[in-house]
């Protein structure tokens, strides 16, 4: 967003405070031409919609101005190539990991999630806004819940290994590759996924 729309933001936010908190003292004050001040309820009322119509109206310039700053840095189809290239990366290495979690012992099992979730799933997790932005709010929905529950699992598996319950933090790898997998189709649009 940009300076402008920033301070717009502010004084928005500022008016429909103030009206919100019945500053209806100021309708005393004015001396209107008809000789008569509007009522001291009106105020508040004024203050309070027109803040929230000025909100309204930066957020709806901001995103405008998002979406096409976003569409100018690069071209839509190679960001896109972008995010299905990093889902696809993070479906793999989860991939592995549950291939090869049978085998690892509790330490290993700890690093090799904590190397997941500090590597290829931070880095999609932390440009999530950005995928949003990219695909619109519906097909971001249906990729997203996937991958976010995928993150929770990843998450509760290094919990668990980390506690020594390696059996149940295996168990958790298998259900986040296949959520992974799941938003990876549903991302390049490969069927109902």
Do not use: K
């Not at 429909?16 to 209107?32: E, S």
């Amino acid at each position: 967003m940009t300076r402008a729309l920033r301070i717009i933001a502010v004084a928005a936010f500022c008016a429909a405070t103030l009206g919100a908190a019945g500053l209806h003292d100021v309708a005393a004050l004015v001396d209107w031409e008809l000789g008569t001040p509007l009522p001291h309820a009106f105020w508040p009322l004024v203050l309070v919609v027109a803040g929230v119509a000025a909100l309204i109206a930066t957020r709806v310039a901001g995103a405008r101005l998002s979406r096409r700053a976003a569409g100018s840095g690069s071209s839509h189809g190679a960001r896109r190539a972008e995010f299905e290239a990093l889902l696809t990366r993070l479906a793999a290495v989860v991939a592995a990991l549950e291939e090869d979690a049978g085998g690892l012992q509790r330490r290993e099992l700890v690093a090799r999630i904590g190397a997941v979730e500090s590597g290829e799933l931070f880095d999609l997790v932390s440009r999530h806004e950005e995928l949003a932005t990219l695909v619109g709010f519906s097909q971001y929905a249906r990729v997203w819940d996937g991958v976010a529950t995928a993150e929770r699992s990843i998450a509760r598996a290094w919990s668990l290994a980390t506690d020594g319950h390696v059996d149940a933090a295996r168990e958790l790898v298998p259900v986040a590759s296949a959520l992974l997998e799941q938003s990876r189709r549903r991302l390049r649009g490969d069927g109902p996924g």
